[in-house]
């Protein structure tokens, strides 16, 4: 009895210890997927209708927007307490770089007496959010939630020009194929070198600009611009020359701005 005790024992721990090595496949982000590509029929003209989840994509407060005639108003400033943290890295097959951070990771975005940690961020080529009829070179989008549940946008608009440390250090681990989420070992990364200096920006209500297109996302598009080189912005453009969902209509809403 005490021989087949050891053997079950055994069995025990090779199976735990193979459970730890075997990486689990990740749940779909998207269980119904769908594509930038306008003339498809799973394109952004069609997303609303792809799955009852999307239908939202339909809605009256959708991103990205032309920020043509914004109102000046006393806004408050935007502080951002950015740590350096451990990459986590994923080709999504919308994107070739979007890095995800779990729950109490200390990056945070305070607006006035609102705070949200940050979720993940990710990029877009070119911009999707245009300012006076023009996009920029490339966008990235952080993403942030307050611990009651509200979203928040950061988009901040790249031009081409110099090159930028810390997409050197991404670009590194930059996925050529769609596949699970990587943490790269030893290395990090500090959210707070892809952010401009000046902190003026825009606010409008809107939405996440993929399905599942969840509205009542508070959008600060940065007035000041960062730079990236043009061979960052080629490597990107190689895999993904064109993920940007089309401009929607402001059904209304009025656009605010820092004076």
Request: aromatic content about 10%.
């Amino acid at each position: 009895m005490r021989c087949n005790l050891r053997k079950l024992w055994m069995t025990f721990a090779f199976l735990a210890g193979a459970a730890i090595l075997v990486p689990v496949a990740p749940r779909a982000q998207w269980r119904t997927p769908w594509s930038y590509n306008r003339g498809a029929a799973d394109g952004p003209q069609h997303w609303a209708h792809l799955d009852p989840e999307y239908a939202a994509c339909d809605g009256k407060e959708q991103s990205p927007i032309d920020i043509r005639s914004a109102v000046p108003a006393d806004l408050p400033p935007l502080r951002f307490e950015d740590k350096s943290g451990p990459i986590n890295i994923i080709n999504n097959g919308y994107t070739a770089v979007r890095l995800d951070y779990a729950p109490g990771n200390g990056n945070f975005l305070v607006v006035g007496d609102q705070r949200y940690e940050l979720v993940q961020f990710h990029f877009h080529h070119p911009s999707e959010e245009y300012v006076h009829g023009r996009p920029s070179d490339m966008v990235i989008h952080l993403m942030y939630q307050s611990s009651d549940g509200k979203n928040a946008g950061v988009a901040v608009l790249l031009n081409e020009g110099s090159a930028n440390p810390v997409v050197s250090e991404l670009w590194k681990y930059m996925a050529k194929t769609k596949g699970p989420a990587r943490v790269i070992p030893g290395a990090e990364v500090n959210p707070d070198g892809l952010l401009p200096r000046e902190t003026g920006y825009y606010m409008y209500m809107g939405s996440i600009s993929a399905p599942p297109c969840t509205e009542g996302v508070k959008w600060f598009v940065m007035k000041s611009r960062v730079q990236v080189s043009t061979a960052q912005i080629a490597a990107f453009a190689k895999l993904y020359p064109h993920d940007v969902r089309p401009l929607q209509p402001l059904d209304g809403r009025t656009v605010e701005e820092t004076k």
